[in-house]
């Protein structure tokens, strides 16, 4: 529950104070479509913004394109981003520390070893447990059942949420953010194979690095390098279900959708963003500043920044064409079947 | 163990008693191909049929359409279908509940939040934890190391496995099954993107709502809404290693095979049915009644009830066709090469 | 940390000595681009081992292809594959087990049913829980928070780390190596549609069963058998994310890369290999010896050995050039149409 007048005071940038009562309350926050007489609106179309008036919504945020009502009783406020002004508003909203609220910032029921090294104000969830050596940085939140191995050392105000794995040796950032049932640190998956067809394992001596500012999705999995570091720069994003093979590195501010694979010991630049279901195979090098569609699959280095898609990876426009040429080729295998027919050349098929 | 009677007495349509012993034993159920003297067999072929007579199983459950023998030792039941008359009979030999008996119905090694609300017959495994205000229905199961966080929601006699993870605020319908590692109510994926090209999260507010009857395989992740609700709808069935973005809506009934992937804010009706590794973009629509081959991607709107298949999506029959084209590729390339030679209009290429 | 002469001793047929002095010490392994003063280094190329020379590496393990400089105050050992001698010389340096050490090898945070049997040396992590009827091998470890349920089987010297789920009746070999948050024995999906068009749910009595030497990767599911056995042979090596769905067999010494995903009851033979993402229907049959591209999409039975690739499968070789025939389509149907109307044969489209 929130006023105007706190999102008037709101450092950011990106919210400008229009006009209306200041003591207007927002006890929540909805999509225009699900507008109520008490809810904050986002709105960035004029259908969305006559829905919020119709609502009589008190706090409307309104992308600075759209021409306001002379008289409302809204409260309004002008934003150049939708996105970052929900970005600096929805934390008022956020309840989410609240779940790991606890009558002792230590669960009784967690298991903390006797060398293990945690900040001020570090919360220990039920049934979670800290390793030998491990350093757990100041304003920490580690999840019910979450699993931090010896001589992990975590950043200050990062939070594994419950039910997650951080491998021995690991290092995770400042102010990250850690999804449920991520593993962190498994083994690369390396094998030698004997002259007998046999697969010996490679030991994987090393670990992974995570930069600040990082955020792993649910269910995702990052192993550990063979002999050095995986690693994972500032600020980059991961979505759900992805997997990073072993020795990867990812450069900084990075953006990836659910189901992205790479493979091991390939490099990511900074600023990658890519759409669900990437997959990049080994041993290749991508520069900074790259977009890939949905789907795409790289096979070779990408020196160029740029949107590609497809697989192969073709330039974004050329995939595009590529892709939407796939139906037609049946039809064509008929057009070049008529044009042989007609040319008499359908003998010197049989080659 | 249970004697042909049981059947007898089953209140199933799907099952006819026809002949033989009603004091016939079976002690176990096997496939035909490995059917034993003590084992009940499903028959749906002749040759199946006949490998069970050979083995003499004490009780047959066939199909209508097979003859059955003359003269036999065992007791015959007539099904219209195999798999009704499988989800009727196996449930008299599946031992999954056993796996949750405990001495105590509350592990006295979980935590259960003084102001957390559980049913009556509520059975909570060793090292699970229910968090502040969460409301667990009568007859629940709650696996081992289950995480259920603050004011969840679950309905009578639903399962949750062992090291589940069900986020604060999340609704979990009546009957329902959830396996382990699934994640629900992990925050959606989103961020705005800074000047500076740093992204900022976007707090995830909203939550997920599963209906009755609703099945979730192991390692899915079901993020919850931005602001509203992520839904899955009455007696929809999800396999293995799925993913549900925020904001999506899936309707009831539907069966989704594994490795799905749904990115943010679309919807799909009723009776919905894919193959395994679907993927489907963002803010799209698809209507009752679809079904999708495997590996499809869907980019647009489905508007009319049917199968479709592809990348880009087209109707199954399409599908199948620009599918079985593909390999025909570099032939089709040789002959236009031909066809341009023969012709003299290699020259125009130049363009 | 070790001497020359421990390697010396090594009994492995990958390494033999050269020459240097057998006291020098190497107190870690790096990778040839980051070889250091106290280092042990593996070296294929001659760059490599100039980079090893340069950093005066104590310890040098060469590929016998390489020329060794005359003078070094290096030790030189040589063999005949580095992937080999790396399964053989980083097992020295791989403290892994340490992860598991603690004051009483059954952590008093665990539960131990009274009634499950554990072997001699055995360690159970804090809030690992082992089911009534199991059964742990000599010298296996149960990593933290991980669920052994009821009447599982598992190997001497077998390896769950942490946040593992081995359903009910399972049985793991020996030697096995169980990455974080896998799931082995979940329900297999399958549902019997009503008339109505109501799934109902075919309980799944089988089981899985693993051979020994079967190492399986991070968030993996392996769904138990309908009636009988899902079943993963000796040695059989798969990596992240996969999914093995019910009454699926693999065979021995597979190696199967991230991502691949397997339907209900196909077969798989011995020494099988992929790359990442693979997908496979139902009810096929692989034979000995296939490898298959990343990206494949198997939908029929493949009978000879041999390398494939692509959806549709085609042989490795022309599955490349399918794929490398991909981008050409836009340009085909431009060429094919300037043919057409070369030929004024564009009327008889309309067809």
């Given at each position: 529950m929130i006023t105007a007048e706190v999102l008037q005071n709101l450092p950011s940038s990106s919210l400008t104070y229009i006009k209306g009562?200041?003591?207007r309350i927002a006890k929540q926050v909805l999509p225009p479509e699900a507008a109520q007489a008490e809810a904050l609106i986002f709105v960035s179309k004029k259908e969305q913004l006559e829905a919020a008036l119709a609502s009589q919504a008190p706090i409307i945020i309104a992308h600075k394109s759209l021409a306001l009502p002379e008289s409302s009783s809204s409260t309004f406020f002008s934003t150049p981003s939708i996105q970052l002004s929900m970005a600096a508003v929805l934390p008022l909203f956020d309840g989410k520390m609240n779940r790991f609220r606890q009558e002792f910032k230590i669960h009784p029921q967690s298991f903390v070893h006797p060398n293990a090294h945690l900040g001020s104000n570090v919360t220990v969830g039920p049934f979670a447990s800290i390793g030998d050596g491990a350093r757990i940085g100041d304003f920490c939140t580690i999840g019910a059942n979450t699993v931090v191995e010896n001589d992990v050392v975590i950043g200050d105000h990062t939070l594994l949420h419950s039910l997650v794995f951080i491998g021995a040796h690991c290092e995770i950032g400042a102010h990250c953010e850690i999804h449920p049932h991520v593993t962190i640190g498994a083994d690369g998956f390396s094998f030698a194979m004997t002259a007998q067809g046999e697969h010996k394992k490679i030991p994987q001596l090393g670990r992974v690095v995570l930069g600040d500012a990082v955020e792993i999705g649910a269910n995702c999995t990052i192993d550990r390098a063979a002999l050095t570091e995986t690693r994972i720069g500032r600020g980059?994003?991961?979505?759900?279900?992805?997997?990073?093979?072993?020795?990867?590195?990812?450069?900084?501010?990075?953006v990836i959708a659910a189901g992205f694979k790479i493979a091991g010991s390939s490099h990511i630049g900074n600023n990658f963003m890519c759409g669900g279901e990437v997959s990049i195979r080994d041993h290749v090098k991508v520069t900074d500043r790259v977009v890939l569609a949905g789907r795409s699959g790289v096979t070779f280095d990408i020196t160029s920044a740029g949107q590609y898609g497809g697989y192969p990876l073709e330039s974004f426009r050329d995939h595009l064409r590529t892709v939407m040429s796939l139906p037609q080729l049946p039809k064509l295998r008929k057009q070049v079947s008529r044009l042989l027919k007609h040319l008499n050349l359908e003998e010197e098929e049989k080659s």
């Open positions: 009562d200041l003591q980059t994003k991961i979505d759900n279900l992805c997997h990073i093979a072993h020795n990867v590195t990812i450069g900084e501010n990075g």
